[in-house]
Nanobody, 129 residues
């Protein structure tokens, strides 16, 4: 059974850093693009960052460019989101998702959710002093 489990969320002060992890099981990570999404209270879910199955293509939302970095370790079946210089507006539940390259990037960039996308349960990130 395909499964994604996020971890690494928590409470951090503005300017601080967190690294989120998305551990996958039930499928071979090599063949899937992985994306990080977030949803704040009262707001629509948005694509934060995505990485292609090969790792050669990445996408970052304008709001996180230069601060967040996505990476993948297929041997560990894990995708990471390094978040630096965190701001209060980064506060949200962060989800990871897996799908084929084109479908996942459409979700990430255009908010077009694929019918075969697999989602994790989410991890809370709170940026507050």
């Amino acid at each position: 059974q395909l499964q994604l489990v996020e971890s690494g969320g928590g409470l951090v002060q503005p300017g601080g850093s967190l690294r989120l992890s998305c551990a996958v099981s039930g499928f071979t990570l090599d063949y899937y693009a992985i994306g990080w999404f977030r949803q704040a209270p009262g707001k629509e879910r948005e694509g934060v960052s995505c990485i292609s199955s090969s790792g050669s293509s990445t996408y970052y939302a304008d709001s996180v460019k230069g601060r967040f970095s996505i990476s993948r370790d297929n041997a560990k079946s894990t995708v990471y989101l390094q978040m630096n210089s965190l701001k209060p507006e980064d506060t949200a539940v962060y989800y990871c998702a897996a799908d084929q390259d084109s479908a996942l990037f459409k979700t990430c960039i255009l908010s077009m959710v694929g019918t075969n996308t697999v989602w994790g349960q989410g991890t809370q990130v709170t940026v507050s002093s």
